[in-house]
């Protein structure tokens, strides 16, 4: 069974300073991905970042970038340059990437980022 | 915009109704799934529909059924509405053999509640 634990229920940032978001994982599978999402107070999920179990390197994109580090099970999301607009609840997720695998997500928790003026 | 809708967008039943919940997915995808958010949690895997047929469940009783349509169009089914199934569904869209990635784009959601 896969597992995904955010310990972080809140998190507050300066504007323009930027934020670490953390993300631990349990799993038995070789193959699988993880992803970041962002969900606004519309409740809309957005898809911001994916990163494959055999990637090499960490995944960026825009302004967002995974730490991603397999020994410890860990897919941390960095946001550089905080901005207003990034305050929304942040969700860590994985899937099992599997021919044969179920190809849900499961999700964490979740981490409430509020970013100040 | 991920190109999903969902309708409605709101939803008032009351206990023991019955609903249908309708998604259609972004262009080009073939793979439609269904998550139940409750207020303050993550999202929870409720199926997932690959050429019309019920590709994975979730841990939901069998009065949550669904359907995927020729376009990949999907419904999500509830009998017997309980208090415990207020929460926001959310459908998502990814395209099957596209690659390892198959990344889901959500919907806006439909916010359902049972009184």
């Known amino acids: 069974a896969q597992k995904i634990t955010q310990t972080q229920p809140g998190m507050f940032v300066q504007e323009k300073e930027a934020v670490t978001l953390d993300c631990t994982y349990d799993t038995s599978d070789q193959s699988y991905g993880l992803f970041w999402y962002k969900q606004p107070s519309s409740g809309e999920m957005i898809f911001l970042i994916y990163q494959g179990s055999y990637d090499e390197q960490n995944a960026t994109e825009g302004r967002y970038s995974l730490n991603f580090q397999k020994a410890r099970k860990s897919a941390n999301l960095v946001i550089s340059a905080s901005q207003l607009g990034d305050s929304a609840m942040y969700f860590c997720?994985?899937?099992?990437?599997?021919?044969?695998?179920?190809?849900?997500?499961?999700f964490g928790s979740g981490t409430r980022l509020q970013v100040q003026p | 915009e991920t190109g999903v809708t969902q309708s409605p967008t709101h939803l008032i039943k009351t206990r023991g109704q019955q609903v249908t919940l309708r998604c259609s997915s972004q262009?080009?995808?073939?793979?439609v799934s269904w998550y139940q958010q409750a207020l303050g949690q993550g999202p929870q895997f409720i199926f997932q529909y690959y050429r019309e047929e019920e590709n994975g469940r979730g841990n939901f009783p069998p009065r949550f059924s669904g359907l995927q349509f020729p376009n990949y169009s999907s419904e999500l089914n509830v009998n017997a509405l309980e208090l415990d199934d207020s929460a926001l569904y959310l459908c998502a869209s990814s395209r099957r053999g596209g690659g390892l990635q198959e990344t889901q784009y959500f919907g806006p959601g439909t916010r359902l509640l049972v009184l």
């Open positions: 997720a994985m899937r099992d990437n599997r021919d044969t695998g179920r190809r849900a997500l499961t």
């Open positions: 262009s080009g995808h073939n793979t």
